[in-house]
């Protein structure tokens, strides 16, 4: 039996994440940030904060981005003075990421931004079952 668009939870995902991309972006305009500069920012910002020094393909795995796309934004990055990329001593075809004195400023304010409109988004929801849900939704198949 087919189901109408209200059914599908697919549909309802779609429309769902263009309503909370459409908040995201609202918030970070005025920031001087696109989603994925945001992303890339604040994975690099928490991972230095956790004493790590990443190179480009790790903050690409902990932001869930593609490596080449991931390369892109953070020359651009790195164009805005937000982070830097610095010659890896172990390797030197890698690139480790630091953010800047900027960057590590801007970082907080962008997440506070964010997390400001996901309570807004997720309010209808205990943030418990949201968060227990999308988990079991973003979760990679074995």
Same mark, same amino acid.
């Not at 909370?20 to 928490?46: D, E, I, K, M, N």
């Not at 205990?126 to 968060?131: F, Q, T």
């Given at each position: 039996?087919?189901?109408?668009?209200?059914?599908?939870?697919?549909?309802?995902?779609?429309?769902?994440?263009?309503?909370?991309?459409?908040?995201?972006?609202?918030?970070?305009?005025?920031?001087?940030?696109?989603?994925?500069?945001?992303?890339?920012?604040?994975?690099?910002?928490?991972?230095?904060?956790?004493?790590?020094?990443?190179?480009?393909?790790?903050?690409?795995?902990?932001?869930?981005?593609?490596?080449?796309?991931?390369?892109?934004? &953070?020359?651009?990055? $790195?164009?805005?003075? @937000? /982070?830097?990329?610095?010659?890896? *001593?172990? #390797?030197?075809?890698?690139?480790?990421?630091?953010?800047?004195?900027?960057?590590?400023?801007?970082?907080?304010?962008?997440?506070?931004?964010?997390?400001?409109?996901?309570?807004?988004?997720?309010?209808? &929801?205990?943030?418990? $079952?949201?968060?227990? @849900? /999308?988990?079991?939704?973003?979760? *990679?198949? #074995?």
């Amino acid at each position: 039996m087919a189901l109408t668009p209200g059914e599908s939870p697919g549909f309802l995902l779609w429309h769902a994440t263009l309503r909370w991309q459409r908040g995201v972006t609202a918030a970070l305009t005025p920031l001087g940030l696109t989603h994925v500069q945001f992303v890339l920012l604040a994975c690099t910002w928490w991972l230095n904060g956790q004493g790590e020094h990443p190179n480009q393909l790790a903050v690409a795995r902990q932001a869930g981005t593609d490596v080449k796309m991931t390369s892109q934004v &953070v020359r651009t990055l $790195e164009g805005k003075g @937000l /982070l830097v990329r610095e010659t890896d *001593p172990a #390797d030197t075809r890698a690139k480790r990421l630091r953010v800047t004195e900027a960057g590590a400023e801007l970082a907080p304010r962008a997440i506070a931004a964010v997390e400001a409109v996901d309570a807004e988004f997720f309010r209808p &929801v205990p943030v418990g $079952e949201a968060v227990k @849900l /999308l988990a079991a939704l973003a979760r *990679p198949e #074995d």
